[in-house]
C-alpha cells in the first residue's frame, strides 16, 4: 500500500470554524490531491499541487484553501466552514501527471459540519 | 464537467457470473482509469488504458475504449464475493491546462453468494 496517511480520520465541527485535514505521504511522489466525494457527485477535485509551494485550483475550490510547504504534506483548509462542506475528503498522490500516470488514494477523512 | 458517467449506477450478480459496467466520458481523452472503492476505503487503482489501445486486460478484468463512441467498458469475469465494490472510471481530458481526474459517480457492484 502506498504511504499515504490523512488525519484526522473523522471529525465533527460547528459552522463557522476553521478546520485543516493533513495529507501526509511517505512516497516522495510530486503530485498531490484533494477531493470530496458526496452521494451523487462521485469524486470532485478540490486542489491539486504539482511541486512545493505549486498548487493549483480544481473543480470545486471555493471554500477552500492549501498548503504545501514539504514535499510530504498537503494541507486542505476549510477558513470557515458551512454545512455544505460536510463530505468525505480523500487525498491523493502520484508519481507523474494524472494524464499519465495512477493515482494512490489515502483512506478518507470523514468531515460533519453542524 | 468532462465527468465520465458510468452505467449501470447498480448491478447485483451472482458469485462467478461476469460483470460488466460502462462509462462515457464527454471530450476527447489522454487516457481513461479505472477504480475500485471497498465500503468506507479509498479508491484503489485498477487499470489504465490509454487513448491509441482498444483493449487491456488484467488478470481478470477486461477494459476496452471506444474513443468514437466516448466510451468505455470494464468487465470482471468469474465474479467472486470480494468483488463487491463501486467501480469508478476517470478520465483526464486533453488539452485542458488543469491537471487532475474526473470522476464518474460509480457503479456499485453486489456479488450475491
Known amino acids: 500500500d502506498a504511504g499515504i496517511t490523512q488525519s484526522p480520520r473523522h471529525k465533527v465541527t460547528e459552522t463557522g470554524t476553521p478546520v485543516t485535514l493533513r495529507c501526509h505521504q511517505t512516497?516522495?511522489?510530486?503530485?498531490m490531491y484533494w477531493y470530496r466525494q458526496d452521494p451523487g457527485h462521485g469524486l470532485r477535485l478540490i486542489h491539486y499541487?504539482?511541486?512545493?509551494?505549486?498548487?493549483d485550483k480544481g473543480e470545486v475550490s471555493d471554500g477552500y484553501s492549501v498548503s504545501r510547504s514539504k514535499t510530504e504534506d498537503f494541507l486542505l483548509t476549510l477558513e470557515s466552514a458551512t454545512s455544505s462542506q460536510t463530505s468525505v475528503y480523500f487525498c491523493?498522490?502520484?508519481?507523474?501527471?494524472?494524464?499519465?500516470?495512477?493515482?494512490?488514494f489515502g483512506e478518507g477523512s470523514r468531515l460533519t459540519v453542524l | 464537467s468532462q465527468q465520465g458517467e458510468e452505467d449501470p449506477q447498480a448491478l447485483s450478480i451472482q458469485e462467478g457470473e461476469n460483470a460488466t459496467m460502462n462509462c462515457s466520458y464527454k471530450?476527447?481523452?489522454?487516457?481513461l482509469q479505472w477504480y475500485r472503492q471497498n465500503s468506507g476505503r479509498g479508491l484503489v487503482h485498477l487499470i489504465l488504458?490509454?487513448?491509441?489501445?482498444r483493449e487491456k486486460h488484467s488478470g481478470r478484468l477486461r477494459v476496452t475504449l471506444d474513443t468514437s463512441k466516448k466510451s468505455s467498458s470494464l468487465l470482471i469475469t468469474a465474479s467472486r464475493a470480494a468483488d463487491t465494490a463501486s467501480y469508478f472510471c476517470?478520465?483526464?481530458?486533453?488539452?485542458?491546462?488543469?491537471?487532475?481526474?474526473?470522476f464518474g459517480k460509480g457503479t456499485h457492484l453486489i456479488i450475491q453468494p
Open positions: 491523493a498522490i502520484s508519481e507523474r501527471q494524472s494524464n499519465t500516470g495512477e493515482l494512490f
Open positions: 499541487s504539482y511541486g512545493v509551494k505549486d498548487t
Open positions: 471530450t476527447s481523452i489522454n487516457n
Open positions: 512516497e516522495n511522489h510530486r503530485y
Open positions: 488504458i490509454r487513448s491509441n489501445e
Open positions: 476517470a478520465t483526464h481530458f486533453s488539452g485542458g491546462g488543469a491537471d487532475g481526474l474526473t
